[in-house]
T-cell receptor, first 109, second 116 residues
């Protein structure tokens, strides 16, 4: 059965303290890996899509990388406004995407 | 970019009434839309996959007669919670698959349902 896991479950950082979130996947096929950000009471907001191992994408303080078994979301010098839940999802050529449980990030001022 | 509109954002109803939530793709056609339910501090739980012009595919454990899904056009899917009860209170989110070379899943803003 295809599966996506994320770690840590929750992460507290001080403002400016860089870190990484992990998304590990076991799937029969990978068409794309997606990162989303979700704020409380809102729908997930699309951040990145990665398609092949070795690919990297950046947006402001965020950088996503992909290997054959996992993806990392690196957060450089985070700010309090980066606090959110970050969701990872895989398009495994199925009819729907497989989502991980998310990482709740809190950035303290 | 692809935009998905979900309405209403909040709804409060009495027990036993039915509530309809709309999900529209504003600037693209979506043959496939998805409906999720989310409990506090938990991840998305897929309820059903909605395909335009055909019956929805429900996930195991989701009551088809309780959660009616209609996808009558390429830009609109609706979720109707029938005879709602307090245990149906939750955050419901829709998403639409945007196929323009590569699949991208775009989400609505969510609908908070409270059943009194």
């Amino acid at each position: 059965e295809d599966q996506v896991t994320q770690s840590p479950e929750a992460l507290r950082l001080q403002e400016g303290e860089s870190s990484s979130l992990n998304c590990s996947y076991t799937v029969s096929g990978l068409r794309g890996l997606f990162w989303y950000r979700q704020d409380p009471g809102k729908g997930p907001e699309f951040l990145f899509t990665l398609y092949s191992a070795g690919e990297e994408k950046e947006k402001e303080r965020l950088k996503a990388t992909l290997t054959k078994k996992e993806s990392f979301l690196h957060i450089t010098a985070p700010k309090p406004e980066d606090s959110a839940t970050y969701l990872c999802a895989v398009d495994n050529y199925g009819q729907n995407f497989v989502f991980g449980p998310g990482t709740r990030l809190s950035v303290l001022p | 970019g692809a935009v998905v509109s979900q309405h209403p954002s909040r709804v409060i109803c009495k027990s036993g009434t039915s509530v309809k939530i709309e999900c529209r793709s504003l600037d693209f056609q979506a043959t496939t839309m998805f409906w999720y339910r989310q409990f506090p501090k938990q991840s998305l739980m897929l309820m059903a996959t909605s395909n335009e012009g055909s019956k929805a595919t429900y996930e195991q454990g989701v009551e088809k007669d309780k959660f009616l899904i209609n996808h009558a056009s390429l830009t609109l899917s609706t979720l109707t919670v029938t005879s709602a009860h307090p245990e149906d209170s939750s955050f419901y989110i829709c998403s639409a698959l945007h196929s323009s070379g590569a699949n991208v899943l775009t989400f609505g803003a969510g609908s908070r349902l409270t059943v009194l």
